[in-house]
């Protein structure tokens, strides 16, 4: 959650555990808790990261034959999975029970990969050059129907094995704990040399831990707790954390400020909780690898008209100016856009309407907008799946029919 003046939040952040047995009419009123915590924080309700929980599994749906995938992988270990992800039906059985979930995630634009890859992927621009990106990770894929045994839980090779881009740091999302994981070790080596950020919730007691990989290079280990914990005694209570992530561009470093907050049951609300902070300040400045290997960001410089420089590394056939720094070029002109459509995903108007098409339509009337909008072809004769039809969406969009799908969504409800 980035904060700003005012107490206006860019976004949520929730690490699982969404529902308590994964059934679609917790979600439902999971989605209404949440539209009315971004009406409070004035953010977009479209604008949360989510990655399940071994709660969001629907155990119901865990049938004799799903129970034989996970032992196996139990047992078989990263092998098994990979074996098992690789075939269509033991993957379809295993993300069945996410079935109550997944339309939920696929509101927010977090949709689980179908193949056991990264849950979800987003970005966010600090400053010219320096990103933020959070990746989500499943580490529920293979909960079972009992109490997950600590240290068997498997990410598997697809998702731990995280990128490395200049000019971007990772903020990793995972509702288990690493302990809780199987291939724990490459996980941890992955989170450790990759990630600048690893948030985790399941264990219900936020903690943070700030660790020196190397020289100039550090990752914040960050243990959100849980904001409805089953009870609240022992040292568990209401918890939360308001983040703020900026750029510190004297350093060259992620600046990551932890703000934890306790509900004080003797006062009846929430306060501040800088116990949970290890002996760490709020505001902690993170070395950060990915951003020195980025390009210097775009300086501004005002001129006549107002002149954007980029590095000439970058740009080396453009011609040097005199009267401007040495090592810069003037940018180029933008090329007239020719992806509008596509520049309108990321944008407010395309992602509430991917929220309605999934939360307040029902199946029949999901298929009836696609049919409407002729997204279908006319021999269709395959198994729609949810994923489908976000990317459906999503190819109606990149048409340029973002309105038309409104209007159908709009039709189509009543």
């Given at each position: 959650m980035r904060i700003h003046a005012g107490g206006v939040a860019k976004g949520l952040i929730v690490t699982g555990d969404i529902a308590y047995a994964g059934k679609p009419e917790e979600y439902a009123v999971a989605a209404k808790w949440l539209?009315?915590?971004?009406?409070?924080?004035?953010?977009?309700?479209?604008?949360?990261?989510?990655?399940?929980?071994?709660?969001?599994?629907?155990?119901?749906?865990?049938?004799?034959?799903?129970?034989?995938?996970?032992?196996?992988?139990?047992?078989?270990?990263?092998?098994?999975?990979?074996?098992f992800l690789a075939d269509a039906d033991d993957c379809k059985a295993l993300y069945n029970r996410f079935v109550g979930?997944?339309?939920?995630?696929?509101?927010?634009?977090?949709?689980?990969?179908?193949?056991?890859?990264?849950?979800?992927?987003?970005?966010?621009?600090?400053?010219?050059?320096?990103?933020?990106?959070?990746?989500?990770?499943?580490?529920?894929?293979?909960?079972?129907?009992?109490?997950?045994?600590?240290?068997?839980?498997?990410?598997?090779?697809?998702?731990?094995?995280?990128?490395?881009?200049?000019?971007?740091?990772?903020?990793?999302?995972?509702?288990?704990?690493?302990?809780?994981?199987?291939?724990?070790?490459?996980?941890?080596?992955?989170?450790?040399?990759?990630?600048?950020?690893?948030?985790?919730?399941?264990?219900?007691?936020?903690?943070?831990?700030?660790?020196?990989?190397?020289?100039?290079?550090?990752l914040m280990m960050l243990a959100s707790g849980a904001t409805v914990p089953p009870k609240v005694e022992n040292g568990y209570t209401y918890t939360y954390n308001l983040l703020t992530f900026d750029w510190c561009s004297k350093e060259d470093k992620l600046s990551v400020e932890v703000v934890p907050r306790a509900w004080n049951d003797d006062k009846k609300r929430f306060e501040a909780d800088d116990v949970r902070l290890g002996g760490h300040k709020p505001r902690n400045l993170l070395a950060s690898p990915n951003f020195r290997r980025g390009a210097p960001p775009v300086v501004a410089v005002q001129a006549e008209p107002a002149v954007q420089l980029v590095p000439d590394a970058l740009h080396p056939a453009l011609e040097r100016r005199e009267d401007l720094p040495a090592g810069y070029v003037a940018a180029p002109e933008p090329a007239p856009s020719q992806s509008a459509p596509v520049?309108?995903?990321?944008?407010?108007?395309?992602?509430?309407?991917?929220?309605?098409?999934?939360?307040?339509?029902?199946?029949?009337?999901?298929?009836?907008?696609?049919?409407?909008?002729?997204?279908?072809?006319?021999?269709?004769?395959?198994?729609?799946?949810?994923?489908?039809?976000?990317?459906?969406?999503?190819?109606?969009?990149?048409?340029?029919r973002l309105d038309a799908n409104k209007s159908s969504i709009e039709r189509n409800q009543h």
């Open positions: 539209d009315r915590l971004a009406s409070a924080v004035r953010c977009p309700r479209t604008a949360v990261k989510l990655v399940p929980g071994n709660h969001d599994i629907d155990r119901d749906r865990i049938s004799a034959g799903c129970t034989y995938l996970i032992n196996e992988i139990l047992t078989g270990g990263e092998t098994k999975l990979d074996e979930y997944e339309p939920f995630a696929l509101e927010t634009y977090c949709p689980l990969h179908p193949g056991g890859g990264i849950a979800s992927d987003s970005s966010e621009e600090l400053a010219p050059g320096r990103y933020i990106r959070f990746f989500g990770l499943n580490s529920a894929l293979i909960c079972s129907k009992r109490k997950d045994e600590e240290g068997k839980l498997i990410l598997g090779a697809a998702q731990r094995v995280l990128p490395m881009d200049p000019g971007v740091e990772l903020v990793v999302l995972c509702h288990h704990p690493l302990h809780c994981l199987q291939d724990s070790v490459d996980a941890r080596k992955y989170v450790r040399n990759r990630a600048r950020v690893f948030i985790s919730g399941h264990e219900h007691k936020p903690d943070l831990q700030i660790e020196t990989i190397e020289d100039g290079c550090d520049a309108a995903m990321n944008d407010a108007a395309f992602q509430l309407v991917l929220l309605k098409f999934f939360r307040d339509l029902t199946a029949a009337q999901r298929l009836k907008v696609l049919i409407d909008l002729d997204a279908l072809p006319d021999d269709w004769n395959e198994e729609l799946t949810l994923m489908m039809e976000r990317n459906l969406i999503e190819d109606l969009v990149k048409d340029g």
